[in-house]
């Protein structure tokens, strides 16, 4: 298995701030947001779900349409709630099952069930109508590189990108099937700008098609950046498989809603030094520091930038004492409960994540 690396996020621009979510245009709320957001002065609509279940799966894809095309409405709100992090808000509301979907009117916290069909146009038709409004369905921007005879080298032969290619045809049913979730990969890593997810119509481009290899649909070929020759993709097809196997091959960290894992911008050599650090006697921890600094000094590309925020959390414990780390991480937590961009959100997680280590004594 590859080191895992994710991107640097030194040098990312601050965004605007919008709300971190499975698609940016639906509210993630938690215990802390709830209730400042539903019953107020716009209707919502909420979907109480759990990360593990199939049949949220299959809904995000038009859940995310809905949220995408209500994004202007000033009257509504398109709102998820993870059940498996946040227990108390569906208890709260007697959520027994996944995904189960409330109808909360303007003002009131006491909501009725939506028990409609799931498609993005009969939710939008359900809300509409509670609200008094018009408002149309439109399809969000695909995050999927559609690649011909004329893009196809300069994108999947590219040696600084790691390349996922499903080769399809239009009239295949399971290329049908595979669409929503190919989608919500591509969702997943729009922000690592070394990974493309990409597709193309082998049934109109049969010479690319017949030089890879290609006699069934859909058919799956990875393109690392040290075998640009393709490798066939012979994983599983729900968008937990496609995680996993990426974030192995390409180094990354992200789960199946774009988010960082638990891993991202962890170095292994600057963990062993936090293990040595802890470990020593306060007036012994500046030698420790002198090591995290050397080891700094040696790393390259995002390693190295997130050794600078190692560097930093060992100073600022040795000033501030050991408690500045855990303070840092309930710092970030705070935030991260809020309204941020996802680039924001990126560099923070990675921040606590670092944080979290010299936290764990």
């Known amino acids: ?141 695909s995050e999927v590189v559609v690649l011909s005879p004329e893009n196809f080298d300069s994108v999947v032969l590219d040696e600084s990108k790691d390349v996922l290619v499903e080769f399809y045809a239009p009239w295949c049913g399971h290329c049908k099937n595979l669409a929503p979730v190919y989608e919500n990969v591509a969702t997943a890593y729009k922000f690592e700008k070394d990974v493309v997810i990409a597709n193309v119509d082998a049934d109109k481009h049969k010479d690319l098609a017949e030089k890879y290899g290609v006699g069934g649909f859909p058919t799956l070929k990875f393109f690392p950046k040290t075998n640009k020759a393709g490798e066939d993709y012979d994983g599983g097809r729900d968008l937990d498989d496609f995680v996993a196997f990426i974030n192995e091959r390409a180094g ?36 420790v520091l002198a090591k995290f600094e050397e080891e700094s000094a040696k790393l390259v590309g995002a390693p190295a930038s997130f050794a600078k925020v190692y560097v930093k959390a060992a100073k600022k414990t040795i000033e501030k004492g050991v408690n500045y780390a855990k303070n840092e991480v309930d710092r970030l937590d705070r935030i991260l409960e809020k309204s941020v961009s996802p680039t924001k959100a990126d560099e923070f997680i990675v921040k606590k994540n670092i944080l979290s280590s010299f936290a764990s004594q």
């Open 1 to 141: 298995m590859n080191k895992i690396w994710i991107l640097a996020f030194a040098g990312l621009a601050f965004a605007a701030l919008i709300v971190q979510v499975r698609s940016d245009d639906v509210v993630a709320l938690t215990p802390d947001t709830f209730d400042n957001e539903v019953g107020k002065d716009k209707g919502a609509l909420v979907e109480f779900y759990a990360p593990w279940c199939g049949h949220c799966k299959k809904l995000a894809p038009e859940y995310e349409k809905l949220g995408a095309s209500f994004k202007k409405a000033k009257s509504v709100l398109i709102a998820k709630v993870d059940c498996d992090e946040h227990k108390s808000i569906c208890s709260k509301y007697g959520v027994s099952g996944f995904p189960t979907i409330k109808w909360f009117p303007k003002g009131s916290l006491e909501p009725k069930d939506y028990k409609g069909g799931r498609t993005a146009e009969e939710l939008a038709e359900f809300v509409n109508t509670e609200e008094g409004i018009h408002v149309k369905v439109t399809a969000p921007q």
């Open 252 to 287: 990354t960290n992200r789960d199946g809603q774009g988010r960082l894992t638990s891993l991202a911008g962890k170095v292994p050599s600057m963990e062993d030094l936090v293990k040595e650090f802890l470990a020593a006697a306060e007036d012994e921890r500046k030698a």
